[in-house]
Each structure stands twice: as C-alpha cells, then as structure tokens.
C-alpha cells in the first residue's frame, strides 16, 4: 500500500506554530529553523502549557539557558531538573530548540507524534539532526513538517 504524505503546516511565526499546537496531539517540537530564536526555550513551553489545557500534558521537558534538562509540571510555578522519567506520550511535551537539535537526548515514550519546523536554509544535516531528537520512538513515530514561510530575520 502507497503512504502519502500529509502537506506541511505552513507556519509565519509563533503564533501559527502554537495554533497547529492548539488543533493536534503533538509530543514534541523541534524548531530546527529558529522560529523561536527569541524566545526561551521555558516561556515556549509555559505558552505550550497555557494552550487550551494542552489536551492533558501533565510534564513539559526542554532544556534551560545553561543546557540543563528541566521539567515544568502542569500546576507548577517554577521549572524542576528532569530526572531521567519516561511518561506516556498524551502526557508529555517535549520542546528542542534550533540550539539544541544536536546531541541531547530526553526519554521518551516508543510512540510519539511531532512537529519539525524547517526552512528553505536548514541543510540535509540540519533537518536530520533534528528529526533524530526523537528517535527514541522506536514504535511508531508521525512527525509532520512545519514550513517557516517567508524568513524575513536578516543574516538568515
């Protein structure tokens, strides 16, 4: 049987790239070509959380300024370090930033659903890199592109 693949989400800033957010189950993001340069990576997800109850994610995993793994639990006030825990995939979000496409790895459940934010910049190596964030879904793993259309930031 042929598998087609489903068409990008067209995305022209943060606000489209949380809408998709608001309107699927996604496990994770990887923002590969730096839509969210100018934003942490723990308001990202604060604003993920904040998503209409973000469909029950109770952990939201990123990393902090310095690199360290952190968690923000649904409820809570401040980030906490991440421990190393695995929570099933309707629980969790995981959020990588364009620094962070390379070389660190969360936990993860074996089946996950994501979102992958490139641009007509980002190098074969680029997207792989990132697309390999996840591959701790050993099950089954839908990742679904988010096209950043129109990259107007100079020196890009």
């Known amino acids: 049987e042929r598998v087609r693949a489903k068409a990008p989400h067209a995305v022209r800033g943060v606000g489209d790239l949380l809408a998709v957010l608001a309107a699927a189950r996604y496990s994770y993001v990887v923002d590969a070509a730096a839509l969210l340069a100018e934003e942490s990576n723990e308001g990202m997800v604060r604003k993920v959380r904040a998503l209409n109850g973000y469909y029950g994610a109770l952990h939201f995993v990123f990393l902090d ?92």
């Open 65 to 156: 300024a310095d690199d360290r793994k952190m968690i923000l639990r649904r409820g809570a006030a401040a980030a906490t370090p991440y421990t190393g825990e695995t929570f099933p995939p309707h629980a969790v979000f995981y959020f990588y930033s364009q620094k962070n496409t390379v070389g660190v790895d969360f936990r993860q459940p074996a089946t996950m659903r994501g979102v992958l934010v490139v641009n007509e910049r980002n190098t074969y190596t680029q997207v792989a890199q990132a697309a390999l964030r996840a591959r701790a879904a050993t099950v089954a793993l839908a990742l679904r592109w988010a096209h950043l259309v129109h990259d107007a930031r100079p020196g890009w």
